[in-house]
């Protein structure tokens, strides 16, 4: 589901940067490899393991260092993401290094909350409704005001927040109109009512609402 | 910014179907133009021109019948839709009328809100923060509401309602924060503070609110 835009870019670039767990395949590089310029250079950096908390500013500082002695040398560079890079995207930390210093062009992408959506079938948002996007790391109060204030609710990064957020959703009486949603778009993507959901979720696990139900019509 | 897979399946299906609003140019097939497969079967149906109230049952009646008949005649049919088909698209109507008789595919696309935010170069959401996307038809207090509690807000469809919007971002107290993008992603883009947007806008534009203002870091 990349963008014709994000491969014409990719055929263009002198570099490709992408991040990736230390140990691990990149898992944005192993969305866009056949979109790879043969024999482009590649720049994979490192960055944190830790999924909850906040990401070690080290890691990016020396990321960004990296890139910018490319840009510094004149050598364009395209840095890969998964889904939008301003959507929950580890892409926002290199931004705020390197927007001030150089010129900087943001390609949109498909979030997994659309790729979720579309997979399920139901209608995200219409007419005046409010739509809430909220992370499963956040106080259950967050998630029980984000379930009470919206027609439809998506909670992100599940993983170990699972009893938590299967809480909330029971509280706000919702569990009959809550999906689960794991790995939307991938090869691994599994999807089924929360109530039957696993006891362990991974990052990749997202939980969407649907107060309304059946589709608008 | 269309995607791939999207490319793809324009190459493949007997018949491309797309929504107009009569006498005007069909906007989603002008973006798709270029992939269409020559001599393809077109299927322009009509939708109602008001943008506030609920479609006009009657129009998506047809259209759905329509698209029908090529369907029990074996044919496949693509809808066109601008942006993602379920984040405030018109196709929610013609699923809803279809997805019970026939095997539907629904294919993600990039948001509105998500090409607004690369171009203004602002994370929409990190962390544990909520993003909420509203319509700018909600009553002010609903949109009040969102602006207090989410860390960025996406208000849409701001179209004769822009006097109510910015009322309630000046009494939230998010003017400073608040951008103003008009036809996001198209030639005709316009971008600037929300203190400086027209008197008038168009039924395609959107105001974000990032209250976070710089990037995380």
């Not at 490319?70 to 929950?88: I, K, T, W």
């Not at 580890?90 to 931004?95: A, G, K, V």
């Not at 943001?106 to 790729?115: F, H, Y």
């Not at 409010?130 to 027609?151: F, K």
Request: aromatic share 6%; with cysteine.
């Amino acid at each position: 589901m990349i963008t014709l835009k994000a491969v014409r870019l990719l055929s263009e670039v002198d570099v490709v940067a992408y991040p990736q767990v230390p140990g691990r395949e990149s898992l944005a590089r192993r969305i866009a490899a056949s979109h790879l310029p043969d024999g482009v250079e590649e720049l994979a950096f490192d960055v944190p393991m830790s999924v909850d908390r906040a990401p070690g500013q080290a890691a990016y500082d020396a990321a960004a260092s990296r890139i910018a002695a490319h840009l510094d040398a004149g050598r364009s560079v395209a840095v890969l993401c998964e889904g939008d890079p301003l959507f929950y995207g580890s892409f926002m930390y290199l931004n705020a290094r390197l927007a001030g210093r150089f010129s900087v062009e943001i390609v949109p992408g498909v979030t997994s909350v659309g790729a979720a959506s579309a997979r399920l079938g139901k209608g995200l948002i219409a007419r005046d409704e409010r739509l809430s996007v909220i992370s499963a790391t956040s106080p259950e109060a967050d998630i029980l005001a984000a379930l009470n204030g919206s027609a439809s609710v998506a909670i992100l990064k599940v993983g170990r927040h699972l009893a938590k957020v299967k809480a909330a959703v029971s509280a706000a009486g919702l569990m009959d109109v809550a999906s689960y949603v794991e790995r939307a778009s991938m090869a691994e993507e599994h999807v089924m009512p929360l109530s039957q959901a696993p006891e362990t979720a991974p990052y990749f696990s997202m939980i969407l609402i649907h107060k309304r139900g059946a589709a608008w019509s």
